[in-house]
């Protein structure tokens, strides 16, 4: 981690997931600068609790800041694509929230501005770097499954499950048409074709609104926070609690996938199995450390994550000794490992473990394509 205390840092919000990045920077050794809230006066009031000095009052404060090397956007997703154009305009580099944008069409545009930047530009699909996911990638990028077969999983959450739960993530004009999908659904989407290799070409998707109207409660609400019984009002729902989606593959491999934030017991509970000609991988989130591998002609294994027993990707990802659980905040500070690597040699790798614009504006158009699909109700291809 040499190097890493040169490197200045700030980060654009102020919630749980802006909070994360802090601590992760922090424990990484890069020096958070200071941070932007929704308002000066939210900034000033999130800054001690998030352990930061400094509250920004604007992005022109914070992007004339020269201490400033690299931006975290932690933004509502309709802020992403005038934030990341004005950080790339002031010459820095970016580390962005998924899903990258409200649509392909923008996407495509802040991946152009990233080509002509020359800056290191990831997007936050922090979940590659549990480490056994990134040994699993390892696995298929070695041909220890064989050919791609299949491709199948689910991702359920229950916190907005009722009627009274509340997040700006509910509002077409802050989170965009795709909520579920949007939000958890593109996290699966890109693990999986990260580790598999496998790109979508073609959906099928059914989106549901189960819970209309909701109840807005008066005044903010922290994400995953329970909303309890203040003023509300009440309010018309259009996006997505859920979303079954069938997908294609470019190599021919098949797919499906249950998406959900109204699934009660569910937390945060990713799972996904790759079916392959000469073997099988799957792995749930809820148990992070156990990666199950199937096998046709000798027994099954759960490899648990231990860096000696894992292939170099797998133990690279790793910082904890085996049996020690490796859970969600510290796949934060490998991926920002890999990413500050790259900002202290200047550029991006010619292969980066983490996700890049290009992969953020892939699975943008897998959601535009889940959008058309559930209006049209058929096969529509990315």
């Not at 069938?246 to 190599?251: A, C, E, I, M």
Request: with cysteine.
């Amino acid at each position: 981690m040499a190097g890493f205390c040169s490197v200045g840092a700030a980060v654009i919000g102020t919630g749980f997931i802006g909070t994360v990045h802090a601590e992760a920077l922090r424990r990484l050794g890069v020096r958070v600068h200071g941070i932007l809230g929704s308002s000066a006066e939210r900034g000033a009031e999130r800054a001690p609790a998030i352990g930061v000095a400094k509250a920004y009052e604007s992005l022109g404060e914070l992007l004339a800041d020269e201490a400033v090397d690299v931006v975290h956007v932690t933004s509502p997703n309709h802020a992403h694509y005038g934030q990341v154009r004005d950080i790339l305009a002031a010459g820095k580099h970016v580390v962005c929230e998924k899903p990258l944008a409200l649509n392909s069409q923008q996407s495509a545009e802040m991946l152009e501005w990233e080509r002509k930047s020359g800056r290191v530009c990831a997007v936050n699909y922090n979940i590659r770097f549990y480490p056994l996911n990134m040994h699993a990638h390892r696995m298929a990028t070695d041909g220890l499954l064989g050919d791609i077969r299949l491709l199948t999983g689910h991702y359920l959450q229950d916190w907005l499950a009722r009627e009274t739960d509340w997040n700006w993530r509910l509002e077409t004009e802050s989170g965009g048409a795709l909520r579920s999908f949007g939000d958890i659904g593109t996290h699966w989407v890109d693990l999986t074709s990260f580790i598999s290799g496998a790109k979508v070409s073609e959906v099928m998707a059914e989106l549901t609104t189960f819970v209309n109207p909701r109840y807005q409660p008066v005044g903010p609400v922290e994400t995953f926070s329970q909303s309890g019984g203040g003023e509300t009002v009440a309010r018309e729902i259009e996006t997505d609690d859920s979303a079954l989606v069938l997908l294609r593959y470019s190599n021919g491999a098949k797919g499906s996938v249950a998406i959900s934030q109204v699934s009660c017991g569910r937390k945060n509970a990713l799972q996904w199995e790759i079916d392959g000609t000469l073997g099988s991988a799957a792995w749930h989130s809820e148990t992070p450390d156990h990666l199950w591998i199937g096998n046709r002609d000798a027994p099954n294994q759960i490899l648990n994550r231990d860096a000696a027993l894992m292939n170099s990707t797998g133990a690279a990802a790793a910082s904890l000794p085996g049996g020690h659980v490796e859970g969600f905040a510290d796949t934060f500070f490998a991926l920002y490992r890999e990413v500050y690597s790259a900002v202290l040699k200047g550029r991006r790798p010619d292969t980066p473990l983490f996700a890049t614009f290009e992969d953020g504006h892939r699975t943008m158009l897998v959601c535009d394509a889940v959008l058309k699909s559930a209006r049209l109700g058929r096969w529509v291809e990315v």
